[in-house]
């Protein structure tokens, strides 16, 4: 028997001694279909379990039952405040679908973890003052903070669960932790980029089933998953990238902006878990810019201030480009923006503008759209428009 695994009567008495706490305990149907997944199956990562368990009769988990999970002794359970840089297991939850919902129900609880003698055990206590799960409904426990031995092989996690009534059930979970690829993925590139939107590539790696992209907007800053998400995942579902080529636009994670810089990094990965990243990758988004920073504005004899931009452009939205006064921010109406088609850099604003009045002059974000390459626009931006005798002057 592999050292890790314990012996089901130790963990019966185990769990009806610390866990009732005296009381007594009636058996219960055994725990079917139980599985382990975790986010990194990697010696010393910290990661985040999920165990998937079904029970054949209903269980009763409103407030006062409990439900138990008992892993080998090496595993350590980070338990932090709820406020914490990393709260661990403090944000442990239970989740379940009835066969007439739509979505997946929540279940918060408290936590309690103890070091025993050969394992570590943590106690998932429901919150829920009604909880009964019909009979053959699939439960996701999701267990965050793990730490995970430095040793590789198979591991069983028990799982136990005490219901309102005193009955008892248990199952276990067989997985492997193990090795991922030690190879760095190479040749990361950028394929293309708009405004909103980037794809990278990068040469294979020998031996990886999946990768992994990653992205921030500091090189040393915290590292969020590049992939676009349409809807959050269902309880233990993985999304797996197996191309090396990807594309991401930020969606489900804030969205790309126009003109910023950002920092990409890739992982090669397996059944076990994610590999040492490759080099950053610094993508900045193109933008259309002013030509000038100063943000000159023509002297014309319509009274109409320009600026003139880096590249040919068309108004993809003119009511993204709004004159304002300046000393009460009021919104000045009737706008006319004039694009000089012959060249496509310049564009005039004319308005409404009192003389020896100061007005903003404002370009929103998606305002403007380039010609030269489909989905690039302008970042917001703006300057002061003096409005003087017959002539126009601006500054930034």
């Known amino acids: 028997m592999h050292p890790f695994k314990q012996k089901s009567f130790f963990l019966i008495s185990t769990f009806v001694f610390l866990f009732m706490a005296g009381a007594s305990a009636v058996k219960g149907a055994d725990l079917s279909a139980v599985t382990v997944t975790a986010a990194s199956l990697v010696p010393g990562e910290e990661t985040r379990y999920i165990v998937k368990f079904r029970a054949e009769g209903p269980l009763d988990l409103s407030k006062g039952a409990g439900i138990k999970v008992e892993l080998p002794q090496g595993f ?10 990393d709260p661990g297991c403090t944000l442990t939850r239970l989740e379940y679908k ?32 009604q909880l009964v799960i019909p009979a053959g409904t699939d439960l996701y426990l999701t267990l965050p903070g793990v730490i995970n031995p430095p040793v590789t092989g198979p591991m069983v996690l028990n799982l ?24 760095v993925p190479r040749q990361v590139r950028l394929v293309d980029a708009t405004s909103y939107e980037v794809t990278l590539a990068w040469d294979p790696v020998p031996g990886a089933k999946r990768y992994r992209v990653t992205f921030s907007s500091q090189p040393d800053g915290y590292f969020i998953s590049a992939l676009d998400l349409s809807r959050e995942p269902y309880p233990g579902e993985d999304w797996q990238l197996a191309d090396t080529t990807h594309t991401f636009s930020g969606r489900g994670n804030g969205g790309l902006l126009p003109g910023r810089t950002y920092y990409f990094k890739v992982q090669a990965g397996n059944e ?6 490759s080099k950053l990758l610094p993508v900045t988004l193109p933008e259309i810019r002013p030509r000038d920073k100063r943000m000159s504005t023509a002297v014309l004899p319509e009274n ?5 931009l880096d590249q040919p452009v068309k108004i993809a939205d003119p009511d993204a480009i709004i004159v304002y006064e300046k000393p009460s921010g009021i919104k000045v109406q009737d706008v006319q923006v004039l694009l000089d088609e012959a060249d496509g850099r310049m564009i ?13 002059v404002v370009f929103y974000e ?31």
Request: proline share 6%; aromatic share 8%.
């Open 76 to 85: 350590r359970i980070i338990q932090n405040d709820i406020l914490a840089a």
């Open 98 to 129: 009835m066969p007439q919902d739509r979505f997946y129900g929540v279940v918060r609880g408290t936590m309690d973890v103890k070091d025993a003698i050969d394992n570590v055990q943590c106690t998932f206590t429901p919150q829920a003052e």
């Open 160 to 183: 136990m669960i005490q219901d309102i009534h005193g009955v008892c059930y248990q199952g276990e979970g067989q997985f492997n932790l193990g090795l991922p690829p030690a190879t």
């Open 272 to 277: 076990a878990g994610f590999g040492p990243s």
């Open 304 to 308: 109409t201030p320009a600026v003139w």
């Open 348 to 360: 005039r604003v004319s308005a409404k503008m009192q003389p020896g009045q100061e007005y903003m």
């Open 366 to 396: 998606g305002a403007l759209e380039s010609r030269v390459k489909a989905n690039v626009v302008n970042n917001t931006f703006g300057w002061t428009a003096i409005v003087e005798d017959g002539s126009q002057g601006g500054k930034k």
